[in-house]
């Protein structure tokens, strides 16, 4: 399709901007002529192709190059690899080709942005292959990912030209991993759109109605920090510093994350801003002192808070983030944050990565870089890990990207930074594999410990270990860094095919005795013996001596006439249908609705969120049971599933239902008082004849919590349920439980 006088205006205006932003990494005509030769290839190659919002292709290219150079701040040829990102994977165009044109180190980086398809074993994830295929050029070239990163903004910003089910998969992987991944790169205001932009086509009514309310409150917090910055000011003027201060706004996705995660409303989300001081340092004094300065002329005005001081100029993030931050009482008692940061790292702050390495080789002053070397280094041994599929990366990788950290110390004063959460074991680990797979116990600030002992910011850890000592399968569940998990896996599997080895040759010289071949036959009768649910379960227990084979012959020798079992089971009508016939011819989209027909697919509720008539679901076609399996939209589970098998998403719907029940789970507390708990079942099962399936109430120093876990046929009936028990006497707060599962 040839493009209209029209859609070509639209390219050179929009090529004109970027060669207008790239004047100040341009360093001489051949810079220039580089971009524009990547320019007028990319035009060509994708010339007629149009995306899904009816705008040519090439616009597209030309935004991710913008991005690149105006928002993250990288060079040359990370614009000429933008302009080019799609040209492999979508055109005839070869990496060959682009490296005879621009050299290796372009075509590399295109080769890593280009996707591969149908090159996966069939039982991984294809889009975690991607993944993982982009961050293998981590080890050699960081900028891919930031390529990635923008490549991926800019399809956010234009993802409302796409259907309900591409928004819903391409919003999961964005906020499962890219917003994270952003974050880890020091990426903070592109973090922040793109959480944004998530729960702006996630929940969009939930985005509107924040939105609406920030701006509602815009000319208070104004006025209420113009207040509270004054004598700020004044104090900062008369002690001769250059600065600037203004106040920040929390980003929308952040304020709801807030209100989901305490339960409350807008109105009593109290931290909606920050104040942030960025100064100009004098170069005859550190930035570090010049930061506590600061911080001592604020906190002589307002009173700070103790807990919440945040010393990220002395340690910084491993993200290269550094920053002083306080919380003080501000006028008519209201906790304010004030962020301290220098020019320098305010633009770290903002762009993170690019900025980081541009300071570091541009001043004298060198600055640690050591932390985010050392979560690379991390993620170089994750990729090059034989033992895990791309799925089991993939979750590992997300490990190591959007957590708090701790700050610890070796035995001779070296800091170690882990997420917040991290065992000894965790630690053990983080110093050699080694230490981790022989560790026995820990001294914590020289007491003798166990390695499953949480570890706090400022412990001095010693890792105790022993030759006798091996991993476990359970020591997985008292670790929560990648390179523990990956490290007590891998030992697994190793120890599992030792184990199935000398299980087979156990297995087979018992055979030779008996005269028996080992058959199919022969294990349909062994593996329920030994309660086993395949041979490699049963060689690998045979192997480690959790099972001999003392009374093999008489369990051979048994009648092998099958005993036949008669399960009886409880079956409720299916609720689900598919469209059929003429409503073909409306949006596909499955119908939830109590019409049996066996040749329908059987559709399952999620035991992880538990949806109801009225919630807005997701259908995931579940390639192990064949069945599709129903989620809430707002389910963290259904998040990780899209992530990681977006092509098995489908869109479903509730139709009309017969008088069905659902269960849902209600959090309660109020102040305990007697008789309570009568009243509390008296109005559920009483007024609105509700079957209570579970009740679980605890009690202690006058409060009482719990949960309830009751029947319900659709939403409305729920918030009936939840409006009557909140007036009862003593309720404090009736919240659902909208996702079971961790």
Not at 344 to 350: K, S, T, W
Request: contains cysteine; hydrophobic residues 40%; proline residues 4%.
């Amino acid at each position: 399709m040839e493009y209209s006088p029209q859609d070509e205006r639209m390219i050179d205006d929009a090529f004109g901007v970027l060669m207008e932003h790239c004047r100040k990494i341009c360093k001489n005509e051949d810079d220039e002529n580089l971009i524009k030769r990547a320019f007028f290839l990319a035009r060509e190659a994708h010339q007629g192709v149009r995306r899904r919002s009816g705008e040519p292709y090439i616009l597209h290219p030309l935004a991710v190059a913008l991005i690149v150079v105006d928002e993250i701040g990288l060079g040359v040829k990370s614009v000429v690899a933008a302009l080019l990102h799609d040209v492999v994977e979508d055109t005839d165009y070869t990496v060959e080709d682009l490296e005879n044109l621009f050299g290796p180190k372009i075509a590399n980086m295109v080769d890593g942005l280009t996707k591969m398809s149908g090159v996966f074993k069939t039982a991984a994830s294809e889009q975690a292959e991607n993944f993982r295929k982009m961050l293998l050029t981590l080890s050699d070239d960081v900028r891919v990912i930031l390529i990635k990163i923008a490549d991926r903004l800019h399809n956010m910003r234009t993802l409302g030209s796409m259907t309900v089910n591409k928004q819903m998969k391409i919003t999961s992987e964005t906020i499962y991993l890219f917003a994270p991944l952003a974050y880890r790169l020091g990426l903070y205001l592109i973090k922040s759109e793109l959480e944004d932009l998530t729960l702006k086509y996630r929940f969009p009514e939930e985005y509107r109605q924040i939105e609406e309310k920030i701006q509602a409150t815009e000319a208070d917090r104004t006025r209420f920090i113009e207040r509270f910055n004054a004598p700020i000011i004044e104090k900062l003027r008369a002690n001769g510093i250059d600065f600037e201060i203004a106040g920040r706004v929390k980003s929308v996705y952040s304020i709801w994350s807030k209100m989901q995660r305490k339960n409350i409303p807008f109105e009593e989300v109290y931290d909606l801003f920050a104040i942030r001081i960025i100064f100009q340092p004098s170069p005859q004094i550190p930035e570090k002192s010049q930061c506590w300065h600061i911080y001592s002329l604020v906190t002589d005005i307002y009173k700070p808070k103790p807990d919440r001081i945040r010393d990220w100029v002395n340690i910084p993030k491993a993200n290269g983030y550094e920053a002083l931050h306080s919380t003080v009482m501000g006028p008519d008692g209201v906790w304010v944050e004030v962020q301290i940061h220098s020019r320098r790292m305010e633009e770290i702050a903002e762009r993170g990565f690019a900025a980081h390495w541009k300071y570091k080789a541009g001043e004298s002053e060198t600055h640690d870089d050591g932390e985010f070397e050392r979560w690379m280094r991390q993620v170089r041994d994750a990729l090059n890990s034989p033992t895990e599929n791309a799925v089991e990366f993939l979750d590992n990788f997300k490990l190591n990207l959007y957590t708090s950290e701790i700050v610890v110390f070796t035995p001779k004063g070296e800091s170690r930074t882990l997420p917040n959460g991290a065992t000894a074991l965790d630690f053990a680990y983080d110093i050699h594999s080694k230490i981790g797979n022989s560790a026995i116990g820990a001294k914590i600030n020289h007491k003798i410990e166990s390695i499953f002992t949480p570890i706090a910011s400022g412990d001095q850890i010693e890792i105790i270990t022993s030759q006798n000592v091996k991993p476990k399968a359970d020591w997985l569940e008292h670790v929560v860094t990648a390179k523990a998990k990956q490290s007590i896996k891998s030992y697994l599997k190793k120890d599992q095919l030792n184990s199935i080895k000398t299980g087979m040759t156990l297995f087979e010289e018992k055979m030779k005795e008996f005269g028996i071949m080992p058959s199919a036959r022969v294990f349909r009768k062994l593996l329920p013996a030994y309660s086993c649910t395949n041979k490699d379960q049963f060689y690998s227990q045979l192997g480690a001596g959790i099972i001999n084979l003392d009374g093999v012959e008489k369990i051979l020798r048994e009648n092998s006439a099958s005993k036949i079992l008669k399960l009886w089971t409880l079956q409720l009508p299916n609720p689900f249908k598919f469209l059929t016939g003429d409503e073909k011819k409306r949006p596909r989209q499955k119908l939830i609705n109590q019409n049996v027909d066996t040749q329908e697919p059987e559709f399952v509720i999620a035991a992880c969120c538990n949806p109801i008539p009225g919630d807005e679901v997701v259908g995931y076609m579940n390639p192990e049971t064949g069945k599709i399996d129903v989620h809430k939209r707002s389910c963290n589970e259904l998040i990780k599933l899209a992530t990681q098998h977006g092509n098995n998403l489908t869109p479903v719907t509730w139709a009309s239902h017969k008088a069905m029940s659902y269960l849902s789970v209600l959090e309660i507390r109020g102040i305990d008082r007697i008789g309570i708990l009568m009243e509390l079942s008296q109005v559920i099962t009483g007024e609105l004849g509700t079957n209570i399936r579970e009740l679980h109430i605890q009690s202690h120093d006058g409060i009482f919590e719990g949960k309830i876990s009751l029947y319900v046929k659709n939403t409305r009936d729920l918030k009936l349920i939840m409006e009557k028990v909140s007036k009862i006497k003593g309720i404090e707060k009736v919240n659902r439980v909208e996702n079971n599962k961790e």
